[in-house]
């Protein structure tokens, strides 16, 4: 398994539920399209 940063682990996550449920949304401080401070939801949209 390739190494990955926490805040990729959880990009993946997000977008794995994302995928798999229409119903799961992120929302909060932060969050939008250039993906917040950490980038954590870059791409997401």
Known sequence: MPRRTMI???RDAMDVS???D???IVFGEDVGFFGGVFRCTQGLQ
């Open 8 to 10: 990729e682990a959880i």
């Open 22 to 24: 229409e119903r799961v």
């Open 18 to 20: 994302m995928g798999r």
